[in-house]
Structures are given as C-alpha cells and as structure tokens.
C-alpha cells in the first residue's frame, strides 16, 4: 500500500521552503547592500594606485605581485626616485607641507596613468591641496610580531651597508650600531632596558601612517583622524596574517590593479615551496 502525505503537510513544506529561500534572498542582498558600501574606490581616483606602505607587513611581497600585476592588467608600477633618495641619505616618511605639495603636483601632473606608486610616507591628503584622493592601500600586522620584525631587519647586512647613486656597488657601512649590538637579541635588549627596546605607551608606526605628517601621538583627535582616513580614502587594508583573505579583497574592491593577483600570489608561492624544496633534497635535509 502506498503511503499518502497528507496535503496540508505538503503545503506546509512547501511554505517553509519559500520563506527559506525569501529569508536567505533577503541576507544576501543585505550582506552586498553593505558590500557595496564598504567598497569606496568609486569615490576616488581609479587610476591612481598609492601604496604608503608600513614597514616589515609584509610590503615587499605586495609590492613584487604588483610589478607582476602591472604588466598583466597594464598599468605603470613606480617608485620613490632612487637617486633622490640616495642623496637624502634614506626615506623621507615624515613630509612637511611643502614636501607634500611636490608629491601631489608630481602625482597628478608627472606621471602616465594608470600607475602604482610604491613608497613609505605618511598619509598625504590631496583634498588639503584642491584634488580628490587617489586609491590608497596598506596593510597590518600584529604589532609585536612587527616591531620584532624589524629589530632583526635593521641587523641584517643588506640594511647596515650604504650604497652610493649605483645600488650595486657597495659604499660604506651606516655603523649606526656597534657589533655588540649587532648581535644582541631582542629579548636580552628588553630585559636590560636599552633604550632602542623601550617604547613609549602611545606611540606607533600605525596611527602615524594613516594620520599623516601632522599626527601627534597620545592625542585622541589625532587618532580619531586616522580612523576617518582609513574609512574614508584607503579602498583596502590588508591583514599580514589573513594574506590570502587579503588577496581576494584586493581583487574584488580594485580589480583594475588588482586582476588576477590570486593566480599571480599562488604561482608565487608555488615556486617558492619548489625552491625550498630543491634546496633540502639537495642538502639531505
């Protein structure tokens, strides 16, 4: 004998399912109704890509996927002139107003759009000087994990030695740091209170990076700055530890940049697992 589902119940599943599907609709265009708002490149210039990037984040390796991006999605990716920064003697992170302003006039007037432009500077607002924001990124790392990042960078010989006008040819060593502290670790730095291991409450790398040139540590308002800096002009920024969740955003917040950064990263990646690979089998490891 058959068994015979009674038709209320068979109305009563299907109006579950409908309401189901209605609910999960509703989610959905909820969910790429704050999607879209969070996505604010439409509100800035498309075809300018600034990259005020945070040391030890992780920014060399965004910067050589965005060299290897530049030539699939044909865009210009430049750099701080190389000579202007020799004869600085390193980077000019902090810009005075006027240093700004030559910024901004070479931003907008000097160089063949659509670019990137790869540097360590603090924020600069074009709106200061009469423009609309390029598309600014960056990314973050856990601040421990960074500042201990760079305490071993500064150590590394390629940081410590000087290169003249050439970057090839070898100068001089910066001798900013004896051999004693050279070889110090950090956590011996710590635990005898040198004072390049002593930080003060306050004062990060972070803030000042969104805040701009002007940003005072300790000061609420300028913190507050910072915050409406990062909603309102940086389309993106990435978290070192979440890479690959990063990497997607990227390319769906600023696909004329960041277009096909996914395959790009990966085959990177790849090939560094192969190179590492080689290296062991070779050395019996």
């Not at 879209?36 to 920014?59: A, C, H, Y």
């Not at 004869?87 to 659509?114: A, C, F, H």
């Not at 071993?152 to 940081?159: A, E, K, M, T």
């Not at 011996?188 to 990076?209: H, L, R, S, W």
Request: hydrophobic share 40%; aromatic share 16%.
């Amino acid at each position: 004998m058959k068994a015979h589902i009674p038709w209320f119940l068979t109305s009563l599943s299907l109006g579950v399912f409908y309401n189901l599907i209605s609910t999960w609709r509703e989610i959905n265009n909820a969910i790429e109704t704050e999607r879209f708002k969070l996505n604010i490149t439409p509100s800035l210039q498309e075809d300018i890509l600034l990259f005020n990037r945070v040391p030890k984040v992780g920014s060399q390796t965004v910067w050589g996927i965005i060299d290897k991006l530049a030539r699939l999605n044909n865009f210009n990716s430049t750099i701080d002139n190389l000579k202007l920064k020799a004869l600085r003697g390193g980077e000019n992170v902090y810009l005075t107003t006027p240093e700004q302003k030559s910024y901004v006039d070479m931003w907008m007037n000097d160089i063949d759009r659509p670019y990137s432009y790869n540097k360590h500077f603090l924020f600069v607002d074009f709106e200061e000087f009469g423009y609309r924001n390029p598309i600014y990124i960056n990314f973050v790392r856990h601040p421990v994990e960074r500042v201990i990042s760079w305490y071993y960078y500064i150590r590394n010989p390629s940081y410590q030695f000087s290169y003249g006008l050439n970057a090839s040819l070898f100068q001089s060593i910066k001798g900013t740091l004896t051999i004693g502290r050279l070889k110090r670790s950090i956590d011996d730095c710590i635990f005898m209170g040198y004072k390049e291991c002593t930080y003060a409450k306050g004062q990060n790398v972070i803030g000042a990076t969104y805040g701009g040139s002007h940003y005072i540590f300790h000061s609420l308002k300028a913190f507050n700055r910072a915050i409406r800096n990062v909603d309102k002009y940086f389309a993106v920024i990435g978290v070192s530890e979440d890479f690959n969740m990063s990497v997607r955003v990227l390319e769906a917040y600023i696909p004329r940049f960041f277009r096909n950064i996914t395959q790009v990263y990966q085959k990177g990646m790849l090939n560094r697992i192969n190179i590492n690979q080689r290296y062991l089998w070779r050395h019996g490891i």
